[in-house]
């Protein structure tokens, strides 16, 4: 059973930074895609970035884009996103997924989700 599990969610002011963790069981993590999807309230759930199985490429969103950085540890079993420069427009819960793409459709398992909070 594959499960995916975030944390690393939390209250930050603007400008400051978190890094959000998502670990991984149940498959061989190694050869999968995963990304980073959030959604705030009454929005539609929205692609953050995406890094790969084979080349470790990644894809970001244009309103992320020099702000976070997706990257994996595959020994870990895990993808991190690390996000500087926040703003109080990326308050939403964060999703990790596996798969690849930049919609939701792309990504066969998620995570619970971790909130992220900032303030202004």
């Known amino acids: 059973q594959v499960q995916l599990v975030e944390s690393g969610g939390g209250l930050v002011q603007a400008g400051g930074s978190l890094r959000l963790s998502c670990a991984a069981s149940?498959?061989?993590?190694?050869?999968?895609?995963m990304g980073w999807f959030r959604q705030a309230p009454g929005k539609e759930r929205e692609f953050v970035a995406t890094?790969?199985?084979?080349?470790?490429?990644?894809y970001y969103a244009d309103s992320v884009k020099g702000r976070f950085t997706i990257s994996r540890d595959d020994a870990k079993n895990t993808v991190y996103l690390q996000m500087n420069s926040l703003k109080p427009e990326d308050t939403a819960v964060y999703y990790c997924a596996s798969g690849s793409g930049k919609t939701a459709w792309d990504y066969d398992y998620w995570g619970q989700g971790t909130q992220v909070t900032v303030s202004s």
């Open positions: 149940g498959r061989t993590f190694s050869r999968y895609g």
């Open positions: 890094i790969s199985w084979s080349t470790g490429s990644t």
